[in-house]
């Protein structure tokens, strides 16, 4: 079994959710939770943009109408557990072996929805990758290649009820000439993210030297 995840934590709720979504959810109804999960969140964290809330309202009736197996806290605890680890997937650099493998083995998705996940997942971070691309193909002209890196520090208070400490985050800005990615990490996904970057530089010499 491979190492236990750090992209997210097993709680009771994210396995009963994860449940629901084997037993009870199909796998056409799971890929349009996720494919609506995968839209929003993107397009709120990358540009800031959020669905009217008519709009929002209809899709989340007709998920629901498609999960009618679940009652209506079930489902929304699926939903809430969904959009949980597709904001996670977003904000680390996965391997898609590595994702599919924590979904199967760590958090028991059946096998068809963990390859869904993973689609998604792709299909989301193939955008992102892309807006850092260094051509200059882009609509209007504008170049996607990363033009501006700015960064702050913010406290929030814990959502934990019985906490009241504050959690320090720093917002990581990248711009290029088509849009602007924001990246909200804590003090440990910021040292994961920063890990993954220099192992990404070590590869990068490593295929430099060869050339």
């Known amino acids: 079994m491979s190492s236990p995840p750090n992209w997210f ?15 009870s959810i199909s796998d056409e109804c799971f890929s349009n939770m996720l494919e609506y999960l995968f839209r929003t969140i993107d397009n709120a964290t990358t540009t800031g943009n959020h669905p009217e809330p008519a709009e929002t309202e209809t899709e989340l009736e007709n998920l629901r109408a ?3 197996q679940l009652s209506e806290q079930e489902f929304k605890l699926a939903m809430q557990s969904l959009a949980y680890l597709v904001k996670r997937s977003l904000k680390f ?7 599919q493998a924590d979904l199967r083995n760590h958090l028991q998705l059946a096998e068809g929805k963990s390859n869904c996940f993973v689609k998604h997942w792709i299909q989301t971070t193939k955008i992102v ?3 850092l691309a260094t051509d200059d193909d882009t609509e209007g002209g504008k170049s996607n290649q990363l033009e501006d890196v700015s960064w702050k520090v913010r406290a ?3 959502s934990e009820p019985r906490q009241k400490d504050k959690l320090a985050l720093g917002q990581l800005e990248l711009k290029t000439g088509s849009r602007t990615i924001n990246l909200e990490l804590n003090s440990a996904e910021l040292v994961e993210f920063y ?8 590869e990068l010499d490593a295929l430099h030297a060869k050339a």
């Open 156 to 158: 929030q208070l814990s």
């Open 93 to 99: 650099m996965l391997k898609p072996s590595r994702l």
């Open 66 to 68: 498609g999960a009618a």
């Open 9 to 23: 934590a097993l709680t009771d709720g994210l396995t009963r959710a994860i449940a629901f979504c084997n037993e």
């Open 195 to 202: 890990n993954q970057l220099e192992r990404i530089q070590i």
């Open 129 to 131: 990758l892309d807006a």
